[in-house]
């Protein structure tokens, strides 16, 4: 049975005939009908980037939390449920607060023409506006520029993770194109943590940074972060820091963990903050191991794992973070959007991966047909066949491949699909 904001998401939906339609025009519209919430927020940390925004900001949430601040955190899509989008004051919104305010900017909206995203950010803003907090963690949906949270005047800070080729349908078709467009962030005389980035990329966010006085604090160079003897090491000029490895699985969540790091350090924040940003953060569908549920079950002998990685780069960190674990055949369930570079995403994983059975995504229109992703998957080398569902096709390699780690990959949609069907 449909919850009240359900109702009302399905009809935002409707609000506008595209889902994606970048500008700011809307959203300035429905915010100042509202009184404009974006003026009254705690203290903005804004996050842009094409790869590690979740896992960033979970860390670095976990680390203010455990200072004892109260923090408001947007994310963007949601696995199961659209709450997870909201978080006020260290919980996620519930109900009865999630109806209230779509339902007042339902309302100031009116008939007029406003994107799903758009509605929904004016949602979570008004929310965060009305919740005594410490920090507001924003993360942005697409790009930055033109993003619908892209509307905070002056930050406390910001951070863009590491950009590289994605959504080039709506950002561009170069890196240097992309990386302009999520440098739109950043703000006159507001500092800027700048994770590993391509030369291409990085000239870019310098010539903005340059141009709004906003200081840079750069990877490679203010700071450094690497592994070394199965911990952590973090270095910039207030001196060095031995940690844990992060909780959250992947060489790549060592850079996550650093732009976390560097972040709680320009906050002025202790060495005790950034030891629980590393080691308190949960991101779910980030090569998530599933230890419960019916999928776990019809994978009985197998190991099962769940990530939400959909690009290149995301391909790339994902064979690496599976090269590390202990050593297992490795077989792979897939479904993608048709908006993804999919030959590019599993190149990387066939190096480490022996089969591949390929789904659509469930009520997604612009899901890539299974028989597609499977005839990408051949074309990279691996063995490829189609399955009506993922129990349907974890059962299947289960039974043809006992023993093995069974990976769901390939989309947040699917991610968010598998949890709720996995209870």
């Known amino acids: 049975m449909s919850n009240p904001s359900d109702i009302i998401l399905a009809r935002m939906m409707s609000l506008h005939p595209k889902i994606i339609d970048l500008t700011l025009d809307r959203v300035w519209r429905l915010l100042e009908a509202l009184g404009h919430p974006e003026r009254h927020l705690p203290p903005v940390i804004h996050i842009a980037g094409t790869n590690g925004k979740g896992s960033t900001q979970a860390m670095l949430r976990a680390g203010l939390e455990a200072t004892g601040a109260a923090v408001h955190a947007y994310t963007s899509p949601h696995l199961a449920r659209f709450h997870e989008r909201i978080r006020l004051a260290g919980r996620l919104i519930d109900e009865d607060a999630l109806f209230a305010v779509l339902e007042e900017c339902e309302a100031a909206n009116g008939p007029d023409s406003i994107t799903y995203f758009e509605i929904t950010t004016c949602a979570a803003l008004l929310a965060f506006a009305r919740i005594p907090a410490d920090y507001t963690l924003l993360e942005v949906?697409?790009?930055?520029?033109?993003?619908?949270?892209?509307?905070?005047?002056?930050?406390?800070?910001?951070?863009?993770?590491?950009?590289?080729?994605?959504?080039?349908?709506?950002?561009?078709?170069?890196?240097?194109?992309?990386?302009?467009?999520?440098?739109?962030?950043?703000?006159?005389?507001?500092?800027?943590?700048?994770?590993?980035?391509?030369?291409?990329?990085?000239?870019?966010?310098?010539?903005?940074?340059?141009?709004?006085?906003?200081?840079?604090?750069?990877?490679?160079?203010?700071?450094?972060?690497?592994?070394?003897?199965?911990?952590?090491?973090?270095?910039?000029?207030?001196?060095?820091?031995d940690l844990p490895m992060p909780a959250l699985i992947g060489a790549h969540q060592v850079q996550n963990a650093g732009m976390a790091i560097a972040a709680l350090r320009a906050l002025g924040k202790n060495s005790a903050a950034c030891e629980a940003a590393v080691t308190r953060a949960?991101?779910?569908?980030?090569?998530?191991?599933?230890?419960?549920?019916?999928?776990?079950?019809?994978?009985?002998?197998?190991?099962?794992?769940?990530?939400?990685?959909?690009?290149?780069?995301?391909?790339?960190?994902?064979?690496?973070?599976?090269?590390?674990?202990?050593?297992?055949?490795?077989?792979?369930?897939?479904?993608?959007?048709?908006?993804?570079?999919?030959?590019?995403?599993?190149?990387?994983?066939?190096?480490?991966?022996?089969?591949?059975?390929?789904?659509?995504?469930?009520?997604?229109?612009?899901?890539?047909?299974?028989?597609?992703?499977?005839?990408?998957?051949?074309?990279?080398?691996?063995?490829?066949?189609?399955?009506?569902?993922?129990?349907?096709?974890?059962?299947?390699?289960?039974?043809?491949?006992?023993?093995?780690?069974?990976?769901?990959?390939?989309?947040?949609?699917?991610?968010?699909?598998?949890?709720?069907?996995?209870?």
């Open 141 to 241: 949906g697409l790009g930055g520029r033109l993003d619908a949270t892209n509307v905070v005047e002056i930050p406390r800070l910001t951070v863009i993770t590491p950009v590289s080729i994605d959504h080039q349908q709506y950002l561009g078709d170069t890196l240097a194109e992309i990386a302009g467009e999520k440098a739109g962030i950043l703000k006159e005389g507001v500092p800027c943590i700048v994770g590993a980035q391509e030369d291409v990329a990085l000239d870019v966010i310098e010539a903005r940074a340059a141009r709004l006085h906003a200081p840079l604090l750069v990877h490679g160079r203010n700071w450094h972060v690497w592994e070394e003897h199965g911990r952590m090491v973090y270095q910039d000029e207030q001196g060095l820091l």
């Open 282 to 423: 949960e991101w779910p569908a980030r090569l998530q191991r599933l230890r419960h549920g019916p999928l776990v079950a019809a994978a009985a002998g197998c190991e099962l794992w769940l990530d939400g990685g959909h690009n290149a780069a995301a391909g790339v960190a994902l064979a690496e973070a599976l090269g590390r674990l202990p050593q297992r055949p490795l077989a792979m369930v897939c479904g993608m959007l048709n908006t993804k570079d999919i030959r590019g995403f599993l190149r990387p994983l066939a190096a480490v991966a022996e089969a591949l059975v390929a789904l659509s995504i469930p009520g997604e229109a612009n899901t890539l047909p299974a028989d597609v992703t499977a005839g990408a998957a051949r074309d990279v080398g691996l063995h490829a066949s189609t399955a009506e569902d993922a129990l349907a096709a974890v059962s299947t390699l289960a039974q043809s491949r006992p023993g093995s780690r069974i990976l769901i990959c390939g989309s947040l949609y699917l991610a968010g699909n598998v949890l709720r069907e996995n209870g």
